[in-house]
């Protein structure tokens, strides 16, 4: 092809656009490598025994892990509700959890529901369950996930190199140029918001243990008092604060906090906090 | 037929208790709330899956009512029976409506060979729709009405010998029949045609101010699983199962109350 004194940056189009799409091409293809390794999780079986507090936790973050233990912790009869204020009302079950034990000793002190979330021995307890949650490969670390958006970030150095030629190709044909850079945008976009909390391996287990527990479906109204204060808690990791309905409706009505309290369903993957995303796209999937 | 055992009855408040117990064979479920239809609780459909019987208990098809039983209340009954592959279904002798009214109680009949007539029309009529046998349950009653020509004895002979239809013998409410009235349960035992029984239904209740109420929702009392022995000297039945509606008491008291059936019967526990 030959070199013209009119070619932009001394490329022509045709060869500016190959070049571009094939750069393009090999960042994408290695962002989504990158990212698909990043999101798996173990390969190993994730069959492995957690905790409903972690359940909790896996399936929307912080503020569910502690319902879960609330849930636990009321089932038990080691907690109740007295003028707004959570009570202790019996001791502690047995195989506490340090979440258990932290709400359990705001509640000797008659601390009000809402100030849980910031109350130092939950919120302690809350960053140990997290840990313990990355070190297992089930979440994603805020390190992993700064990590996650190197691949996208060279995407948006690469789309802002073909806005530049996009701006300099005065009184040159760009639609090529152009389609190529809406596409590279969406991708960009996609994978920049697509950085999800949990890996693929977490979705799975939080699938497997659904399907294993679907009889607390807040839908069934579960006997609580019957399947013991472990499921009670297991019934709200997985279907959210619903179950937490079912169990006390009283007790909910008052232990409930912030966008919760409104919950009618138990939440979807896709309504995570912290950034989760639904499903494990940009990363290769997660094989159902 | 139902197999030889001790069941329970399928609620979707305790299906994954249901679901653990090891030895369990058979199921009963409300017929009412299931579609005949629509999809069918998952829960229910892995039992089937695993071999379980499932037999459709109605509770508003009104066998007991003046009026013929509503065909669209024994269609569904019918399909119920299709879909779940039940060996049988059962049904109250009782009525629970009259002249359109809704009683949303099961409602004792007089015992006169009018009620009699009246309820041998109807059970014919869901018999012909129905692709399995019907057990009939006589209910529990806090009152007699005034102008009884039968006893309970001869008023239930009478039925299911014109009908042909089995007997669901429900010992809780015997109990509650006898002791509310001051007769000896196992009277009524001995005059029954125990050989008619297709299950049994077994319940708890309470006591209050002085009447004895089978509320489902409370212990079973000693006394009913002294009736399941007495039962069981003249007639061992097919099966028995364990009616709980509310209330439910956690998973070990729900097991005893499985075992004592159980033991009381003869019949190897299902937990």
């Known amino acids: 092809m030959l070199q013209t004194a009119n070619d932009t940056w001394g490329l022509s189009g045709p060869t500016f656009l190959a070049l571009f799409l094939a750069l393009s091409a090999l960042v994408l293809l290695a962002s989504v490598t990158h990212r698909a390794r990043l999101f798996a999780g173990r390969n190993a079986p994730v069959h492995h025994r957690i905790t409903a507090q972690q359940a909790a936790h896996l399936n929307d973050g912080d503020e569910l892990a502690l319902y879960a233990a609330l849930g636990g912790l009321r089932a038990a009869g080691a907690i109740d509700v007295a003028k707004g204020a959570l009570i202790a009302s019996g001791p502690l079950p047995a195989g506490a959890t340090r979440l258990d034990q932290a709400i359990h000793e705001a509640a000797r002190l008659r601390i009000m529901s809402q100030e849980l ?172 | 037929m139902i197999p030889y055992s001790v069941g329970i ?47 459709p208990h109605g509770v508003q ?53 009018e009620a009699v ?13 129905l692709p399995v046998p019907l057990a009939l349950e006589p209910i529990a009653a806090l009152f007699d009405w005034p102008d009884d020509e039968l006893d309970e004895a001869q008023f239930l002979t009478e039925i299911l010998d014109r009908t ?17 009235r001051g007769n000896d349960p196992v009277d009524l035992l001995d005059r029954l045609p125990l050989d008619r029984i297709a299950y049994v239904h077994v319940a708890g209740g309470i006591e209050h101010d002085g009447i004895y109420h089978d509320t489902h929702t409370d212990p079973l009392p000693p ?16 099966a028995l199962l364990l009616e709980r509606d509310g209330n439910y008491p956690p998973a070990p008291v729900l097991r005893a109350e499985l075992d004592a059936i159980a033991a009381a019967a003869g019949y190897p526990t299902i937990t």
């Open chain 1, 117 to 288: 979330l910031v109350d130092p021995g939950v919120t302690a307890a809350l960053a140990q369950l997290r840990r313990e949650l990355e070190a297992a490969d089930l979440a994603l670390s805020p390190a992993t996930r700064r990590v996650a958006r190197i691949g996208p970030l060279l995407l948006v150095v690469l789309l802002l190199v073909g806005v530049a030629r996009l701006i300099s190709s005065t009184d040159k044909p760009v639609g090529f140029l152009l389609l190529s850079l809406a596409a590279l945008f969406v991708l960009c976009l996609i994978q920049l918001m697509h950085v999800p909390s949990v890996t693929c391996s977490a979705r799975r287990l939080l699938k497997e243990l659904r399907t294993q527990h679907s009889h607390l479906t807040p839908r069934n109204r579960p006997a609580y008092r019957t399947y013991g204060a472990d499921l009670a808690a297991m019934g709200v990791a997985l279907f959210g604060v619903a179950a937490l309905r079912v169990l006390d409706p009283a007790f909910a009505q008052t232990a409930l906090i912030t966008q919760y309290a409104s919950y009618s369903t138990y939440p979807t993957q896709s309504s995570g906090t912290a950034g989760s995303g639904g499903g494990c796209s940009g990363g290769g999937g997660c094989g159902g």
């Open chain 2, 9 to 55: 009855g399928w609620r979707p408040e305790i299906c994954g208790f249901v679901a653990a117990l090891p030895g369990l064979r058979f199921v009963e479920v409300i017929a009412e709330s299931l579609t005949a239809h629509g999809p069918l609780p998952p829960a229910l459909v892995a039992l089937r899956q695993r071999g379980m019987a499932v037999i």
């Open chain 2, 117 to 129: 007539d009246a309820v041998v029309a109807n059970v014919r009529r869901t018999q012909a729709e």
């Open chain 2, 223 to 238: 006394a009913v699983l002294e009736l399941v022995a007495e039962l069981c000297i003249r007639h061992r039945p097919p």
């Open chain 2, 164 to 180: 042909e239809a089995l007997l669901l013998l429900d010992l809780a409410n015997i109990y509650a029949n006898a002791r509310n």
């Open chain 2, 61 to 113: 098809l009104s066998l007991g009512g003046a009026d013929p039983v509503a065909p669209s209340r024994v269609a569904h009954l019918a399909r119920l029976a299709e879909r779940l592959s039940a060996p049988l279904v059962s049904e109250h002798i009782a009525f629970v409506r009259a002249g359109g009214v809704e009683a949303g109680h099961l409602l004792p009949l007089p015992r006169t060979r």
